[in-house]
């Protein structure tokens, strides 16, 4: 009688093995932990049903991927199973909430835990000092994050950046430190990525497709991947370049890096306003996606509800058809070449006079020598400036050392001086004297307003967004015919007039007339 009711008593477990990276040095690999609970099972007659492995897991969560199978195993198997054996109660847990919740959940599937080399038992004293193994887990666990936190925050104090090296730098052991160092092939092709986003012409998707050209990728892991735009713009937000260490969870707090810094503070101010005078799209609205077949898509609206036109291509038997259409269906669908062809169309109604070209052209050119007139004598001030600022920077540090001034009044006001400094340096440094060449704009202007539908023809799909966007600040509506709502900038505008035969015996809309442009321009130039 005892040996039948013995064969029916559930003897049944699953095993849960378990190392983090850092211990598997220590006494924690998955074989030794594997090797104890088997002895243990085997002395209690535990027959072992099956073994979960969690490689490389932090116990700090209960998110991981074998425990929650091993979970969902015992849900299933719920009668079949007696308990979940381990090697230690910090392999299943460090945290006591989580190593407490897993046990109510197998608790109320009928299944127990127990510690191979702890005692587990099931009595007063047992659970007690089960708790107190769990605590003492989550206090171990605990000191570690404490240490490792005030490890980190030293090394920040000490000039040392935490963390993968960014992109152009590598990690490498001097001594005892890990250290920053500039990476041999990546640190110039970043430094010279920095110059190119400097000079204001390039977005952060061009910048990231040249750069893979030159072989930079993201490192993850042991894989490397190609750059995004949004790594690219991470790149060049970061301050780290500079030589500067600043992180999120010291946000009060930024110390000079003990490492090669790739650029200067001018150069990342200067990158920062080129960025974020480009971020014209809202924090949390969608992406565009830009497609070079549909250059009109967002660019047109319908005339009917306002929504912009959206784009796709329908296939037929042996050919494709690209198409617009309005997503409330207010519109007929209609084929991309057709609605090019009407745009096509408006670009030549409104094509300038090669008489009004010239005008235009002048009165850049003039404007353009104004404008370097005016830059040339704010930096003659800024140059003036600069110097009467770092004479009473001098005087302020000969101040704080013959006792004068306190170190809390010499700290605020230093750091005042440096502020100043910084940016009238930007404005003695501004390259934009140098940065355009008006020649090669106004060939390049002429050669546009020639012919304005051909120039839309011939550009990609960025250059006849920005070609539409400027002439048609704010966009185009399309009724299934023709285009409406087609209010020209300013800019064109006065062109447009300055064509027109009668110019001269009107004014439309406060825009100047040929004679009024004339005869400003003869004044300028006899001035």
């Not at 702890?118 to 107190?132: I, Q």
């Not at 490492?259 to 609205?285: A, W």
Request: aromatic residues 8%; glycine residues 4%.
């Amino acid at each position: 009688m005892n040996k039948d009711i013995l064969k029916n008593i559930n003897m049944n477990c699953v095993l849960y093995l378990r190392v983090s990276s850092e211990e598997q040095v220590e006494n924690y690999s998955l074989s030794n932990q594997e090797s104890t609970c088997r002895k243990v099972a085997e002395s209690r007659g535990l027959n072992i049903l099956e073994i979960f492995r969690e490689e490389g897991a932090s116990a700090k969560t209960a998110n991981r991927p074998e425990l929650i199978k091993l979970l969902e195993y015992c849900r299933k198997h719920k009668d079949n199973i007696a308990l979940v054996m381990f090697y230690r109660i910090d392999r299943l847990a460090r945290q006591i909430s989580d190593y407490l919740t897993i046990k109510r959940k197998l608790f109320e599937l009928g299944i127990t835990l127990m510690s191979a080399t702890e005692p587990t038992e099931d009595t007063p004293t047992g659970k007690f000092v089960e708790t107190l193994l769990a605590a003492s887990a989550q206090l171990d666990n605990d000191v570690r994050g404490a240490r490792s936190s005030q490890g980190l925050y030293q090394r920040f104090r000490d000039g040392l950046p935490i963390g993968k090296a960014p992109l152009g730098y590598q990690n490498t052991t001097v001594g005892e430190k890990q250290v920053v160092i500039p990476n041999e092939t990546e640190f110039q092709l970043v430094k010279k990525a920095w110059d190119l986003v400097t000079t204001g012409t390039k977005s952060t998707r061009e910048m990231a497709e040249i750069m893979n050209s030159w072989g930079l990728r993201a490192v993850w892991g042991k894989k490397r991947y190609k750059l995004r735009s949004q790594t690219v713009c991470r790149i060049f937000r970061s301050i780290i370049y500079t030589g500067v260490l600043k992180y999120d969870k010291y946000p009060n707090e930024e110390v000079v890096g003990k490492y090669t810094p790739m650029i200067t503070k001018e150069q990342f101010y200067r990158v920062q306003d080129i960025l974020d005078g480009r971020r014209t799209t809202p924090m949390g609205s969608k992406r565009k996606v830009d497609n070079p077949n549909f250059p009109l898509r967002k660019l047109i609206k319908c005339h009917y509800c306002g929504s912009p036109l959206t784009a796709g291509i329908c296939k037929g038997n042996t050919k494709t058809y690209p198409y617009y259409w309005c997503r409330n269906n207010c519109l007929k669908t209609v084929s991309s070449n057709k609605l090019e062809e009407i745009l096509l169309n408006r670009l030549k109604e409104i094509q300038p006079s090669q008489e009004a070209i010239d005008l235009f052209t002048l009165i850049l050119k003039t404007t353009y020598d104004k404008r370097i007139k005016m830059l040339q004598e704010r930096k003659k001030t800024a140059d003036k400036e600069l110097f009467e600022l770092k004479e009473m920077m001098s005087k302020l540090v000969q101040g704080h050392l013959r006792g004068t001034y306190s170190d809390d009044i010499y700290e605020s006001q230093k750091t005042l001086f440096e502020d100043k400094i910084l940016s009238t340096e930007i404005v003695v440094n501004d390259s934009t004297l140098d940065k355009y060449d008006i020649e090669s704009t106004i060939v390049f202007i002429r050669a546009l307003l020639k012919n304005l539908a051909r120039a839309y023809e011939v550009s990609d799909y960025g250059q006849k967004q920005v070609l539409i966007s400027s002439i048609f600040p704010s966009g185009l509506t399309f009724d299934n015919t023709r285009l409406l709502n087609s209010e020209i900038s300013p800019i064109y505008r006065d062109i447009q007039v300055i064509s027109e035969p009668d110019a001269h015996l009107r004014v439309d809309y406060g825009t100047r007339t040929r004679d009024l442009l004339l005869h400003r321009e003869a004044l300028y130039q006899l001035s």
